[in-house]
Nanobody, 123 residues
Framework: VQLQASGGGLVQPGGSLRLSCAAS????????VGWFRQAPGKEREFVAT????????TYADSVKGRFTISKDNAKNTVYLQMNSLKPEDTAVYYC?????????????????WGQGTQVTVSS
């Protein structure tokens, strides 16, 4: 499966963005999808994940209540709705897929990665 992340941009604190992770080459209904982010000088960190069936979601504590991950199998796309954005959310955001995954916080199980999309939260 090939993944294409998009939807990043510059937004003011308190604003919203919706990231998309579009898949090609296979159906996302077979994959758990995770979102991770990496700020300059920092390690890549977990943001959110959804299991392959789309029933179970998990969030990092830092984004819980502000971000929502969802999967649209008809469009073969996973979304990350980000609300109440903060400057500390600034990073490159990556989506990743694991076949028949349960959705985990670790980067290790994810076999396929998108190219990343930049999110900048600044006034």
């Amino acid at each position: 499966v090939q993944l294409q992340a998009s939807g990043g941009g510059l937004v003011q604190p308190g604003g919203s963005l919706r990231l998309s992770c579009a898949a090609s080459g296979s159906t996302l209904s077979r994959y758990a999808v995770g979102w991770f982010r990496q700020a300059p000088g920092k390690e890549r960190e977990f943001v959110a994940t959804i299991n392959y069936s789309g029933v179970s979601t998990t969030y990092a504590d830092s984004v819980k209540g502000r971000f929502t991950i969802s999967k649209d199998n008809a469009k073969n796309t996973v979304y990350l709705q980000m609300n109440s954005l903060k400057p500390e959310d600034t990073a490159v955001y990556y989506c990743a897929a694991e076949v028949y995954g349960s959705g985990t916080r670790s980067t290790v199980p994810y076999d396929y990665w998108g190219q990343g999309t930049q999110v900048t939260v600044s006034s």
